[in-house]
Protein backbone atom coordinates (compact mmCIF):
# COMPACT_ATOMS: atom_id res chain seq x y z
CA UNK A 1 0.00 0.00 0.00
CA UNK A 2 3.24 2.17 0.36
CA UNK A 3 3.08 3.80 -3.06
CA UNK A 4 -0.56 5.63 -2.66
CA UNK A 5 -0.06 6.05 0.58
CA UNK A 6 0.67 9.77 0.51
CA UNK A 7 -1.75 10.92 -2.18
CA UNK A 8 -4.47 9.11 0.24
CA UNK A 9 -3.11 10.88 3.05
CA UNK A 10 -3.39 13.56 1.38
CA UNK A 11 -7.03 13.08 0.21
CA UNK A 12 -8.20 12.59 3.56
CA UNK A 13 -7.14 14.95 5.10
CA UNK A 14 -8.68 17.95 2.43
CA UNK A 15 -12.24 16.10 3.06
CA UNK A 16 -14.45 17.09 5.63
CA UNK A 17 -17.10 14.19 4.63
CA UNK A 18 -16.07 10.52 3.89
CA UNK A 19 -18.12 7.95 2.84
CA UNK A 20 -16.67 4.30 4.07
CA UNK A 21 -18.37 1.65 1.48
CA UNK A 22 -18.68 -1.64 1.83
CA UNK A 23 -20.20 -4.10 -1.46
CA UNK A 24 -23.03 -5.10 -1.95
CA UNK A 25 -24.04 -8.16 0.07
CA UNK A 26 -20.96 -7.43 2.55
CA UNK A 27 -18.81 -10.43 3.89
CA UNK A 28 -16.81 -9.84 7.27
CA UNK A 29 -13.81 -8.42 4.71
CA UNK A 30 -15.33 -5.80 3.67
CA UNK A 31 -17.43 -4.00 5.67
CA UNK A 32 -14.68 -5.17 8.49
CA UNK A 33 -12.42 -2.76 6.79
CA UNK A 34 -14.20 0.02 6.56
CA UNK A 35 -15.18 -0.79 10.39
CA UNK A 36 -11.66 -0.57 10.92
CA UNK A 37 -11.42 3.02 8.91
CA UNK A 38 -14.52 4.50 10.76
CA UNK A 39 -12.58 3.77 14.20
CA UNK A 40 -9.78 5.53 12.22
CA UNK A 41 -11.04 8.81 10.98
CA UNK A 42 -13.58 9.21 13.78
CA UNK A 43 -10.26 9.97 15.76
CA UNK A 44 -9.39 12.61 12.82
CA UNK A 45 -12.54 14.32 13.65
CA UNK A 46 -14.10 13.81 10.04
CA UNK A 47 -17.98 13.77 9.36
CA UNK A 48 -18.26 9.79 8.40
CA UNK A 49 -20.98 7.79 6.80
CA UNK A 50 -20.48 3.88 6.63
CA UNK A 51 -22.08 2.82 3.38
CA UNK A 52 -23.91 -0.69 2.15
CA UNK A 53 -26.12 -0.67 -0.40
CA UNK A 54 -27.40 -3.70 1.02
CA UNK A 55 -30.54 -2.70 2.45
CA UNK A 56 -30.89 -6.54 4.52
CA UNK A 57 -27.37 -7.21 5.63
CA UNK A 58 -26.35 -10.78 6.95
CA UNK A 59 -27.28 -10.25 10.48
CA UNK A 60 -23.86 -12.03 11.79
CA UNK A 61 -21.95 -8.92 10.71
CA UNK A 62 -23.74 -6.88 13.52
CA UNK A 63 -21.02 -8.25 16.15
CA UNK A 64 -18.65 -5.71 13.50
CA UNK A 65 -18.22 -2.52 15.66
CA UNK A 66 -20.11 0.55 13.86
CA UNK A 67 -22.59 -1.92 12.19
CA UNK A 68 -25.71 0.02 13.81
CA UNK A 69 -23.87 2.77 12.32
CA UNK A 70 -24.82 1.55 8.53
CA UNK A 71 -26.61 3.96 5.93
CA UNK A 72 -27.95 2.43 2.36
CA UNK A 73 -28.20 5.82 1.25
CA UNK A 74 -25.07 7.91 -0.65
CA UNK A 75 -24.78 11.29 1.05
CA UNK A 76 -25.34 14.29 -1.51
CA UNK A 77 -22.87 16.29 0.44
CA UNK A 78 -19.83 13.91 0.96
CA UNK A 79 -16.46 14.66 -1.22
CA UNK A 80 -14.55 12.02 -0.82
CA UNK A 81 -15.31 7.74 -0.60
CA UNK A 82 -13.72 4.76 -0.12
CA UNK A 83 -14.20 1.32 -0.72
CA UNK A 84 -13.24 -1.49 0.58
CA UNK A 85 -13.08 -5.31 -1.55
CA UNK A 86 -15.06 -4.23 -3.99
CA UNK A 87 -14.10 -5.65 -7.31
CA UNK A 88 -15.85 -3.79 -9.53
CA UNK A 89 -17.81 -0.91 -9.74
CA UNK A 90 -21.25 -2.79 -9.56
CA UNK A 91 -20.15 -4.28 -6.38
CA UNK A 92 -20.82 -0.79 -5.10
CA UNK A 93 -24.23 -0.88 -5.54
CA UNK A 94 -24.57 2.89 -6.17
CA UNK A 95 -23.41 6.04 -8.41
CA UNK A 96 -20.55 7.99 -6.91
CA UNK A 97 -20.12 11.59 -7.52
CA UNK A 98 -17.54 12.70 -5.62
CA UNK A 99 -13.60 11.50 -5.38
CA UNK A 100 -13.12 7.67 -4.96
CA UNK A 101 -10.41 5.79 -3.41
CA UNK A 102 -10.59 2.46 -4.33
CA UNK A 103 -8.94 -0.39 -1.67
CA UNK A 104 -8.98 -4.07 -2.44
CA UNK A 105 -7.34 -7.55 -2.95
CA UNK A 106 -9.03 -8.78 -5.69
CA UNK A 107 -7.14 -9.70 -9.36
CA UNK A 108 -10.06 -9.13 -11.16
CA UNK A 109 -10.11 -5.52 -10.16
CA UNK A 110 -10.38 -3.23 -12.80
CA UNK A 111 -9.04 0.06 -11.04
CA UNK A 112 -11.94 1.78 -11.07
CA UNK A 113 -11.50 4.18 -8.74
CA UNK A 114 -10.21 7.55 -9.26
CA UNK A 115 -6.88 6.73 -7.06
CA UNK A 116 -6.67 2.54 -6.32
CA UNK A 117 -4.53 0.87 -4.50
CA UNK A 118 -5.02 -2.67 -5.18
CA UNK A 119 -2.67 -5.88 -3.37
CA UNK A 120 -3.43 -9.12 -5.16
CA UNK A 121 -0.76 -10.71 -2.73
CA UNK A 122 -2.91 -9.30 0.35
CA UNK A 123 -5.07 -12.38 2.04
CA UNK A 124 -7.77 -9.56 2.94
CA UNK A 125 -8.30 -6.17 2.44
CA UNK A 126 -7.79 -6.17 6.05
CA UNK A 127 -4.63 -6.75 5.70
CA UNK A 128 -4.25 -3.81 3.46
CA UNK A 129 -5.48 -1.75 6.40
CA UNK A 130 -3.72 -3.53 8.90
CA UNK A 131 -0.44 -2.89 6.81
CA UNK A 132 -1.58 1.17 6.38
CA UNK A 133 -1.99 1.13 10.29
CA UNK A 134 1.38 -0.30 11.23
CA UNK A 135 3.38 1.82 8.68
CA UNK A 136 1.66 4.98 9.88
CA UNK A 137 1.82 3.91 13.51
CA UNK A 138 -1.99 4.25 14.15
CA UNK A 139 -2.95 2.95 17.33
CA UNK A 140 -4.61 0.20 16.34
CA UNK A 141 -7.82 -0.64 19.21
CA UNK A 142 -9.87 -3.24 20.25
CA UNK A 143 -12.84 -2.13 18.19
CA UNK A 144 -10.36 -1.53 15.35
CA UNK A 145 -8.64 -5.55 15.83
CA UNK A 146 -12.18 -6.97 16.21
CA UNK A 147 -12.89 -6.18 12.68
CA UNK A 148 -9.58 -6.18 10.81
CA UNK A 149 -9.27 -9.83 12.33
CA UNK A 150 -13.25 -10.89 11.45
CA UNK A 151 -11.96 -10.24 7.80
CA UNK A 152 -8.63 -11.66 8.24
CA UNK A 153 -9.92 -15.43 9.72
CA UNK A 154 -12.91 -15.38 6.83
CA UNK A 155 -10.94 -14.36 3.81
CA UNK A 156 -8.55 -16.45 4.87
CA UNK A 157 -10.84 -19.51 5.32
CA UNK A 158 -9.83 -20.02 9.18
CA UNK A 159 -5.90 -20.05 8.10
CA UNK A 160 -6.65 -22.92 5.65
CA UNK A 161 -6.17 -20.83 2.31
CA UNK A 162 -2.89 -21.09 0.17
CA UNK A 163 -2.01 -17.44 0.55
CA UNK A 164 -1.88 -17.69 4.45
CA UNK A 165 1.69 -16.96 5.74
CA UNK A 166 3.51 -16.32 8.87
CA UNK A 167 2.29 -12.54 7.67
CA UNK A 168 -1.20 -13.83 8.83
CA UNK A 169 -0.23 -15.79 11.82
CA UNK A 170 1.45 -12.74 13.00
CA UNK A 171 -1.30 -9.99 12.06
CA UNK A 172 -3.54 -13.03 14.26
CA UNK A 173 -1.21 -12.54 17.19
CA UNK A 174 -0.69 -8.73 17.16
CA UNK A 175 -4.59 -8.02 16.50
CA UNK A 176 -5.05 -10.46 19.87
CA UNK A 177 -2.52 -8.41 21.70
CA UNK A 178 -4.53 -5.25 20.33
CA UNK A 179 -7.73 -6.95 22.23
CA UNK A 180 -9.61 -8.45 19.39
CA UNK A 181 -12.43 -10.67 20.35
CA UNK A 182 -11.29 -13.57 18.45
CA UNK A 183 -13.73 -15.90 20.82
CA UNK A 184 -16.67 -13.40 20.03
CA UNK A 185 -15.87 -13.64 15.78
CA UNK A 186 -15.31 -17.01 15.67
CA UNK A 187 -18.69 -17.65 17.89
CA UNK A 188 -21.04 -15.00 15.20
CA UNK A 189 -19.34 -16.17 12.10
CA UNK A 190 -18.66 -19.85 12.23
CA UNK A 191 -20.25 -21.29 15.06
CA UNK A 192 -23.76 -20.03 14.50
CA UNK A 193 -26.21 -21.43 12.40
CA UNK A 194 -30.07 -21.93 11.82
CA UNK A 195 -32.87 -25.00 11.54
CA UNK A 196 -33.75 -23.40 8.40
CA UNK A 197 -29.72 -23.68 6.88
CA UNK A 198 -29.15 -27.02 8.47
CA UNK A 199 -32.58 -27.86 6.27
CA UNK A 200 -31.34 -26.01 3.68
CA UNK A 201 -27.96 -27.98 3.53
CA UNK A 202 -29.62 -31.39 3.95
CA UNK A 203 -31.50 -30.42 0.55
CA UNK A 204 -28.66 -29.58 -1.43
CA UNK A 205 -26.51 -32.56 -0.61
CA UNK A 206 -29.33 -35.27 -1.67
CA UNK A 207 -29.67 -33.06 -5.12
CA UNK A 208 -25.60 -32.25 -5.69
CA UNK A 209 -24.61 -33.58 -8.58
CA UNK A 210 -21.01 -34.76 -9.78
CA UNK A 211 -19.86 -34.09 -13.67
CA UNK A 212 -17.04 -34.30 -15.45
CA UNK A 213 -15.59 -37.46 -14.31
CA UNK A 214 -16.43 -36.46 -10.54
CA UNK A 215 -14.11 -32.99 -10.62
CA UNK A 216 -17.17 -30.58 -10.89
CA UNK A 217 -19.73 -30.48 -7.68
CA UNK A 218 -22.39 -28.74 -8.75
CA UNK A 219 -25.26 -27.44 -6.19
CA UNK A 220 -28.64 -25.96 -6.88
CA UNK A 221 -31.03 -23.80 -5.35
CA UNK A 222 -34.30 -22.75 -7.00
CA UNK A 223 -36.87 -20.15 -5.12
CA UNK A 224 -39.20 -23.03 -3.98
CA UNK A 225 -36.55 -24.66 -2.20
CA UNK A 226 -35.15 -21.25 -0.53
CA UNK A 227 -38.93 -20.35 0.49
CA UNK A 228 -39.64 -24.09 1.68
CA UNK A 229 -36.77 -23.94 4.02
CA UNK A 230 -36.23 -20.54 4.74
CA UNK A 231 -33.14 -20.35 4.36
CA UNK A 232 -31.12 -16.96 3.50
CA UNK A 233 -29.63 -17.24 0.00
CA UNK A 234 -26.06 -16.82 1.87
CA UNK A 235 -27.23 -19.75 3.81
CA UNK A 236 -26.28 -22.25 0.44
CA UNK A 237 -22.58 -21.37 1.01
CA UNK A 238 -21.64 -23.77 3.82
CA UNK A 239 -23.03 -26.99 1.03
CA UNK A 240 -20.38 -25.20 -1.79
CA UNK A 241 -17.39 -24.97 1.07
CA UNK A 242 -18.23 -28.43 2.16
CA UNK A 243 -18.55 -29.85 -1.69
CA UNK A 244 -15.11 -28.68 -2.13
CA UNK A 245 -14.28 -31.28 0.26
CA UNK A 246 -15.11 -34.39 -1.95
CA UNK A 247 -11.77 -36.25 -3.39
CA UNK A 248 -12.36 -36.06 -6.46
CA UNK A 249 -13.53 -32.23 -7.17
CA UNK A 250 -11.81 -29.63 -8.24
CA UNK A 251 -14.17 -26.84 -8.56
CA UNK A 252 -17.51 -26.96 -6.68
CA UNK A 253 -20.70 -24.36 -8.69
CA UNK A 254 -23.26 -23.38 -6.71
CA UNK A 255 -26.58 -21.75 -9.00
CA UNK A 256 -28.69 -19.81 -7.19
CA UNK A 257 -32.58 -19.03 -8.76
CA UNK A 258 -32.93 -15.26 -7.89
CA UNK A 259 -36.28 -13.20 -8.43
CA UNK A 260 -37.20 -11.64 -12.07
CA UNK A 261 -35.24 -14.69 -14.09
CA UNK A 262 -31.79 -14.10 -12.97
CA UNK A 263 -29.15 -16.65 -11.23
CA UNK A 264 -26.04 -16.07 -9.14
CA UNK A 265 -23.38 -18.37 -9.82
CA UNK A 266 -20.84 -19.10 -6.88
CA UNK A 267 -17.72 -21.13 -7.47
CA UNK A 268 -14.99 -22.21 -5.81
CA UNK A 269 -11.82 -23.91 -7.01
CA UNK A 270 -9.28 -25.69 -5.40
CA UNK A 271 -6.13 -23.71 -7.30
CA UNK A 272 -5.73 -26.09 -10.04
CA UNK A 273 -8.51 -24.20 -12.16
CA UNK A 274 -8.59 -19.94 -12.66
CA UNK A 275 -12.44 -20.05 -11.35
CA UNK A 276 -12.13 -16.28 -11.97
CA UNK A 277 -11.64 -16.39 -15.74
CA UNK A 278 -14.90 -18.46 -15.80
CA UNK A 279 -16.87 -15.44 -13.73
CA UNK A 280 -15.38 -13.41 -16.15
CA UNK A 281 -16.42 -14.77 -19.52
CA UNK A 282 -20.20 -13.78 -17.67
CA UNK A 283 -19.28 -10.32 -16.54
CA UNK A 284 -18.45 -11.21 -12.91
CA UNK A 285 -14.81 -11.87 -10.75
CA UNK A 286 -13.33 -12.22 -7.75
CA UNK A 287 -9.66 -14.28 -7.18
CA UNK A 288 -8.34 -18.00 -8.86
CA UNK A 289 -10.18 -19.77 -6.13
CA UNK A 290 -13.65 -18.10 -5.14
CA UNK A 291 -15.24 -16.13 -7.64
CA UNK A 292 -18.77 -15.27 -8.99
CA UNK A 293 -21.08 -13.55 -11.40
CA UNK A 294 -24.75 -12.69 -12.03
CA UNK A 295 -26.38 -13.80 -15.50
CA UNK A 296 -30.07 -13.62 -16.73
CA UNK A 297 -31.67 -17.26 -17.91
CA UNK A 298 -32.46 -20.20 -15.95
CA UNK A 299 -30.98 -22.13 -14.05
CA UNK A 300 -30.83 -25.35 -16.52
CA UNK A 301 -29.60 -23.21 -19.44
CA UNK A 302 -27.09 -21.49 -17.53
CA UNK A 303 -25.73 -25.21 -16.28
CA UNK A 304 -24.76 -25.68 -19.20
CA UNK A 305 -23.05 -23.12 -20.17
CA UNK A 306 -21.12 -22.28 -17.46
CA UNK A 307 -20.23 -26.59 -18.19
CA UNK A 308 -19.26 -26.15 -21.22
CA UNK A 309 -16.67 -22.89 -20.32
CA UNK A 310 -15.46 -24.90 -17.39
CA UNK A 311 -14.89 -27.92 -19.45
CA UNK A 312 -12.65 -25.52 -21.27
CA UNK A 313 -10.37 -23.99 -18.51
CA UNK A 314 -9.95 -27.53 -17.13
CA UNK A 315 -8.58 -29.03 -20.44
MN1 LIG B 1 -11.82 -9.94 0.59
Partial sequence: ????????????????????????????????????????LLRQQKQLTLFCATPRIDRRLALLPWFDKLRHQMPRQADLAICFDCGSRERLGTDIECELINIDHHASNSGFGMYNVIDTNAISTTQMVYDFFREHHIAINAKMATALY?????????????????AAFEMAAELLRCGADTRGVAKALFQT??????????????????????????????????????????????ALHRAQTLATVNVSVLLRERRHGSVKCSLRGDGSVNVAAVAAHFGGGGHRDSAGFIANGTLCALEEEIMSILYEEMS
Avoid: C, W
Fill in 1 to 40: MAAMNHVMIEKIERANHIVLMAHVNPDADSLGSASAFYSY
Fill in 150 to 166: AGLVDDSQHFLHTKTDA
Fill in 193 to 238: TSLASLRLEGVLYEQLRLRHDGRIALLHLDLQTRSDTGAEPHEAEA
